[in-house]
């Protein structure tokens, strides 16, 4: 069995055996109260050798975990509530409802902790709103993490309870004009514009400046409903369910091609823009390069036309430079930066001569005051 195969084995081996022993484990108050429990697991993965007691446990517990949060979240009550078409909901009942659902669960958050997954989801949920390109974006991303739910939980009746909630879904915001659609979006972050945190991964990535404010980079998915607005704002989203002129599918299993509402901590993620930092950093490094460039001219030009390697300095320089074995090489290809480092260089030959005149006052000196030394070393010696 190769190695990248283990993580998946290993969970598939979690969920079979906690499905074996359901009844057991549905009766521990906590995880480390049952040791034997642990142990027996732990015999029955200990011929792979690739999880600790420890492991086995943490991850026994986050499956288990998972399973209570979603169980709580798909609760009819929660979701009748979600699904009302009245007012929109309160930022503050919406926290009441994610609190009930957190401690469901066997999880305890204190007020910090809490105030920080608020601010966290409030602030993910705001950036993929306000990056949507149009109305069947909004709801491809919802799809997206109706996904992710549904591939974490390890329970089939809490899989089924998911696929009911894609279809309500698909059936509300469906049967919903795109103007509709795109009215209820500003809605929300209208009602989400006085949040402003900033939050580590979105400023890591990018995506996110120090003043709170978002970039939205240009991805894969664009619906371009704002430029087509007046001939697409009265028709329903289902009906362009399947054209291919239209990106991202509604169905149970369908590619919703958008990356919005994916796991944003994954490698996959797209290419980010460069902050305000990088821009600046880059100016100065051009600055830098052509002050470099100038000196180069001055002590002359390599005669070779392929140079043995290149060595980069800046950070913003392209780190796929061609090697001295591309026969590929144009060596007309930085033409354009060469005529203006001549053109600097003619520009500065008076400067230059003037150099070389001070330079040669400066040789003149040495030479006399040598000749000085020379003399009187020749006198001490006819003195001896």
Not at 1 to 25: D, P, Q, S, V
Not at 214 to 238: A, C, G, M, S, V
Request: some cysteine; charged content about 30%.
């Amino acid at each position: 069995m190769e190695r990248e195969h283990y993580a998946i084995w290993t969970y598939n081996a979690i969920c079979a055996l906690l499905a074996a022993h359901e009844m057991r484990l549905e009766g521990m108050a906590h995880p480390r109260k049952k040791p034997k429990m642990w142990k027996k697991i732990a015999e029955e993965l200990k011929d792979l050798e690739i999880m600790t007691i420890d492991q086995i446990q943490w991850k026994t517990s986050a499956l288990i975990l998972l399973d209570d949060v979603t169980g709580a979240l798909l609760n009819p009550k929660i979701l009748s509530s979600i699904f009302d078409k009245t007012t929109l909901i309160g930022i503050p009942r919406i926290r009441t409802t994610l609190e009930q659902v957190v401690l469901s669960s066997i999880m305890r958050l204190d007020k910090d902790s809490m105030d920080k997954l608020f601010d966290l989801m409030i602030m993910i949920v705001k950036y993929q709103l306000s990056a949507a390109t149009g109305p069947r974006e909004v709801i491809l991303l919802t799809l997206n993490h109706l996904d992710a739910i549904r591939d974490m939980v390890t329970d089939e009746s809490a899989r089924e309870c998911i696929g009911l909630v894609h279809q309500m879904v698909v059936d509300l915001y469906g049967n919903m004009t795109m103007e509709d659609v795109w009215q209820a979006r500003k809605e929300c972050l209208e009602e989400l514009d006085t949040y402003k945190v900033r939050v580590s991964i979105l400023l890591r990535l990018g995506l996110q400046n120090n003043d709170t404010s978002f970039n939205h980079i240009k991805r894969n998915y664009n619906e371009d409903y704002k430029e087509l607005r007046d001939t697409l704002k009265d028709l329903k989203l289902n009906r362009f369910d399947g054209d291919s002129r239209f990106l991202g599918s509604f169905d149970l299993f369908g590619d919703r091609v958008t990356s919005l509402g994916k796991n944003i901590y994954s490698s996959s993620c797209e290419m980010m823009p460069k902050s305000g930092k990088h821009n600046l950093q880059f100016a100065k490094d051009c600055g830098t390069k052509a002050e470099l460039g100038m000196l180069a001219a001055q002590l002359g030009t390599e005669e070779a036309l392929k140079r043995p390697f290149t060595l980069n300095l800046f950070v913003t320089e392209n780190t796929d430079n061609l090697d001295s074995n591309n026969d590929n090489y144009d060596p007309n290809a930085n033409l354009d930066m060469e005529l203006t480092t001549n053109e600097k260089v003619k520009q500065n030959k008076e400067y230059k001569e003037k150099l070389d005149n001070i330079y040669a006052d400066f040789f003149e000196d040495d030479q006399n005051e040598t000749k000085v030394n020379m003399n009187l070393l020749d006198l001490l010696d006819e003195i001896e």
